[in-house]
């Protein structure tokens, strides 16, 4: 079973097995729309990605499962029909987690693919924002036509629940979504934090999902 969830600040996929997910779905950082599947696949196969599961035919379109360098899977679809949503409010930033080794060759790939830009790349950003408070480590930010993307580079040692969060959704008063968000029987699971950057808060919907939200922090 699937459903479209759509909000201001992106939309969601959820789908609903009756049986055990079959591998490799579920492991899927997220999903891009594109206009061609297999010339999609053909581009990325191109930069270096690994196609995982070649495309195939679902009931309104076609899809395939590509792999970045550094092991960061991803979904590529295409509409039979081309859809029309309303403009998002904010754009969402995918977050994916890549090692120290793998990043630069995962940036080259991702960047050659999705012709994007490195927007930042900061080899001190706090600590906090993956949980280990009196560190620091590399974020790097990426821009293009699939939205925003933030690279977290670790040594894969992250207390829950980072790494398991698959999006950073940007809202305008984070204080009244996180209100809305419990009133709906969502946990906080990491509660406020505030950076140069942002305010923000990691938290699981019903269901396992994890998310961050967070609104840029006031100068």
Do not use: C
């Amino acid at each position: 079973m699937s459903q479209l969830v759509l909000t201001p600040a992106g939309s969601v996929s959820v789908f609903g097995f009756k049986t055990p997910v079959p591998y490799p779905f579920g492991a899927e950082r997220t999903g891009y729309l594109v206009t061609d599947v297999d010339a999609a696949v053909r581009a990325a196969r191109a930069t270096g990605a690994d196609v995982i599961v070649a495309p195939f035919n679902d009931p309104i379109g076609k899809d395939a499962v590509i792999q970045w360098p550094g092991g960061v899977n991803t979904q590529l679809y295409w509409h039979t029909t081309p859809p029309s949503y309303a403009p998002l409010q904010t754009v969402p930033e995918n977050r994916v987690y890549v090692s120290p080794d793998r990043v630069d060759a995962f940036v080259r790939s991702f960047l050659a693919f999705s012709r994007g830009t490195v927007v930042s790349d900061d080899a001190r950003a706090p600590g906090v924002e993956i949980g280990r408070l009196a560190e620091t480590y590399r974020r790097v930010r990426i821009e293009s036509k699939f939205g925003k993307l933030t690279a977290l580079v670790t040594d894969g040692h992250l207390p829950y629940p980072y790494g398991r969060e698959m999006t950073g959704y940007e809202v305008k008063n984070l204080a009244d979504t996180l209100a809305k968000a419990k009133a709906a029987g969502v946990e906080v699971l990491v509660p406020l934090y505030k950076t140069d950057e942002r305010d923000a808060v990691v938290v699981r919907f019903p269901g396992g999902y994890i998310a961050e939200i967070h609104s840029t922090a006031k100068k």
